[in-house]
């Protein structure tokens, strides 16, 4: 969803982060802590959470479009088979975050995700399978993952809803994630 095609948003009480456009707050709302439906969404997910990594995350919500259409839809099985010339298509695209080691890291991430899904049948269900620990979850992805510190391993468990999301207390929806 990009920032055309949001609905009306209302005024509710949001976390301070998700203050700062009708974008963000439609994030907040309706996406952030929700488990996604398809490994490609898992995928989204974390490829854009290792893209925020040193930039804001409206920065990257703002070029979601542009990363979705040069990563293919963030379809699996495309992304891991993209080569050098998809690396360099993408350093000269402008709709994206131009970062050679962070789209390499994507399309090795795209690899790693398959062999997941061959391990457990699919990434979600090998997520599912983890405790709602972020330490256990970056010490399960971290040896197969690249651009996945500890705080983007937090930032995505958070994301995809693995483990609760940190409502502000004003927020509308704080008392829901407690």
Known sequence: MDARSIPDIDDRPRCGWANTD???????????????????????????ESFQSGLSWRTILHRREGFREAFAGFSIPVVASFTEYEVETMLANERIIRHRGKIQAAIHNARAFQTIQQEAGSFRGWLEALPEDPDVIRRALKPRLKFFGPTTCVSFAEAVGKIPTPHDDGCWKYQSAT
Request: glycine fraction near 4%.
């Open 22 to 48: 009708d974008l963000m707050a439609y994030y907040h709302d309706v996406e952030w802590g929700r488990q996604p439906e398809s490994d490609n969404e898992y995928f989204e997910a974390l490829t854009l």
